[in-house]
């Protein structure tokens, strides 16, 4: 079912074409995908997905070649039918000095996006959608930022994400992968991680929590072990689909990077962020950012929002992890985060707030 903003003045399919080099194994790889797949499937674009690396996809969409979006490995000559309406190049890419030239020989010059990548900052809501001309040829590229207000662009959340989570099966999913019936006092976590997260000093502090831990890590090759209260439960990489169905069915979930830290939030538990770490701890400055608009929202409580600041803090190595603390905060973060999510929810997702824009310059 196509969305309501699929219809256009011209009557007539939108051909775009996103180009995408892979950074980070999974966030780029990932967040273009999505964002691909859902223009295709619910607004019936054409969609044309150029990336360096095809690679990631075969992990986090299986099944992506029958989908309507062609990928298409980073191009080397101009595709027969030339440039695009709507060109998009995530995360500041470069695009083929021939693609441009195709684009600026158009009669109707298509709709040039710089899909930024995702920051709380304040700045975004100022560069967000600012005209940036191409020096030399008549072609203006519009910078359009993710973000969590209603100055940027928003978050990528499809149209069947809540039909979706309704539909779950909790115990299912859990007997699927082989997991015990959950205790009514369990605590379940997933892990998704950097190499450098303290993961050694979280197992040793869950070990000695007074109830039962069950830790579930996606795309793992340890095997599961049992020490003190904790069990390790290492699952397969999961697509993207499956790998929400893991958030909802966890208490508490550790994610990484951009594309997983968004479902996170979608998914409405408690979460801990570990940021694409950056030279010079440019990525200190992300994470205050994200941290100051996040708390001025959820109204956790005082003592619950030290403990969260502190844990986060140690988990991406600039203070000391403190578990106890930060588990005793549980309770009062997870009605919290529903709270952040429901109203993230309200605000027009990403891919609605790209297609309104690009269909205003293509009348």
């Not at 020096?135 to 203006?140: A, C, I, K, Q, T």
Request: a negative charge; one cysteine or more.
């Amino acid at each position: 079912m196509l969305n309501a903003l699929s219809s256009t003045p011209a009557a007539r399919t939108i051909r775009c074409d996103i180009f995408c080099v892979v950074v980070d194994n999974y966030g780029d790889a990932g967040v273009c995908w999505r964002l691909a797949r859902q223009l295709g499937e619910e607004y019936g674009w054409q969609v044309r997905l150029y990336i360096d690396n095809p690679a990631p996809l075969d992990q986090l969409a299986p099944d992506h070649a029958q989908s309507p979006v062609a990928v298409v490995p980073w191009p080397h000559e101009l595709p027969a039918n030339g440039s695009a309406d709507v060109v998009i190049e995530a995360f500041a890419c470069t695009l083929p000095e021939f693609y441009i030239e195709a684009m600026a020989r158009r009669e109707k010059k298509p709709v040039w996006l710089n899909l930024d990548y995702l920051s709380a900052e304040e700045w975004v809501g100022k560069m967000h959608l600012m005209p940036s001309p191409h020096p030399r040829l008549p072609l203006v590229k519009h910078f359009f930022f993710p973000g969590f207000d209603e100055h940027s662009g928003g978050l990528l959340r499809e149209a069947d994400y809540d039909d979706r989570r309704r539909a779950f099966d909790a115990a299912a999913f859990r007997a699927e992968f082989g997991l015990p019936e959950k205790a009514p006092n369990e605590l379940s976590i997933s892990l998704f991680s950097y190499p450098a997260a303290p993961i050694a000093q979280l197992i040793q502090a869950l070990a000695q929590e007074n109830r039962p831990v069950h830790l579930l890590q996606p795309g793992s090759n340890a095997a599961t072990f049992t020490h003190g209260a904790l069990s390790t439960h290492p699952l397969p990489f999961l697509p993207q689909s499956r790998f929400d169905e893991l958030l909802w069915s966890c208490d508490l979930n550790f994610v990484r990077g951009e594309d997983s830290f968004v479902r996170a939030q979608w998914a409405g538990k408690p979460f801990v962020w570990q940021i694409y770490p950056q030279a010079d701890d440019v990525h200190r400055v992300k994470l205050d950012a994200f941290l100051h608009r996040y708390i001025q929202k959820v109204g956790a409580g005082d003592t619950a929002i030290d403990a969260l600041n502190a844990f986060w803090y140690g988990w991406n190595g600039i203070s000391e992890l403190n578990w106890p603390a930060f588990a005793a905060a549980l309770p009062a973060l997870t009605p919290a985060t529903q709270h952040w999510s429901a109203a993230l929810a309200r605000q027009t997702n990403l891919a609605s707030n790209l297609v309104q824009f690009c269909l205003d310059r293509l009348k």
